[in-house]
């Protein structure tokens, strides 16, 4: 039987995502973009009546009033968008007091939160090793609106998570269409050492997300999608 799913959000990923939602047992009831969904204007019980889960891909200037209003329709949703975090406790505080089910991620992609996993281990073992200092460089497509992005934000969080307290340096560039690379290398007199992730397109991040949204329908709770892959 095929669950109802809303794109709140209706660009390139939105429309993969709508794309891809069959394979997921999904079907695209509603889609909500910047003519029909200005100000939460779509997101009324009315629009939502049916649907089992959102998937929120719209902007920053946008996406915490959207995940906001979400939750007080007691809906569930994932979140693709980035450069919101400053408002996580808020939209946690909102998903618990509704006791609704959302998910998270700076990143959708899987092999970017296996990246994120190897990043860390490599930030914990080079903690102790004072002579190697560490950079971050990420590229996008010029009509990426953050940065630096919200997955190399994350990044340099998982490094002083594990203990690498030494100053990371970020660079960031937009050009071309790039669907994005991100890199974190460490240096010393001796030897450099390179990770590297880089997405050939959005697939990985809608597939993801759709993965995250068949998981979430029913559930209550804040979850970042890495607990989902990983426990």
């Not at 009315?46 to 007691?74: C, H, K, M, T, Y």
């Not at 809906?75 to 007091?97: P, Y």
């Not at 269409?177 to 992730?197: V, Y």
């Amino acid at each position: 039987m095929s669950m109802n799913l809303a794109i709140v959000g209706y660009g390139k990923m939105g429309r993969m995502i709508e794309q891809l939602a069959p394979e997921y047992g999904f079907d695209v009831k509603l889609k909500l973009d910047v003519d029909n969904n200005a100000h939460q204007k779509g997101l009324t019980p009315e629009n939502f009546r049916d649907i089992d889960v959102a998937v929120e891909f719209s902007v920053p200037d946008a996406v915490v009033g959207n995940l906001l209003r979400l939750a007080e329709l007691g809906v569930n949703a994932v979140v693709g968008t980035t450069g919101w975090t400053h408002e996580l406790s808020r939209v946690r505080g909102a998903v618990e007091k509704h006791g609704t089910g959302l998910v998270w991620a700076p990143n959708f992609s899987i092999g970017m939160n296996v990246f994120m996993r190897l990043v860390s281990e490599a930030a914990r073992l080079l903690a102790a090793q004072p002579e190697y200092g560490a950079w971050g460089w990420e590229i996008h497509h010029d009509a990426k609106v953050d940065a630096p992005s919200g997955t190399m934000l994350k990044l340099v969080e998982l490094m002083k998570r594990a203990g690498y307290d030494r100053r990371v340096d970020v660079a960031s560039n937009r050009a071309g269409k790039m669907p994005g690379t991100h890199e974190i290398g460490f240096d010393s007199a001796a030897d450099t050492i390179t990770l590297r992730h880089q997405a050939r397109s959005r697939l990985g991040f809608a597939s993801g997300a759709l993965t995250a949204a068949r998981w979430v329908v029913g559930k209550k709770g804040f979850y970042e999608f890495s607990e989902i892959l990983f426990g």
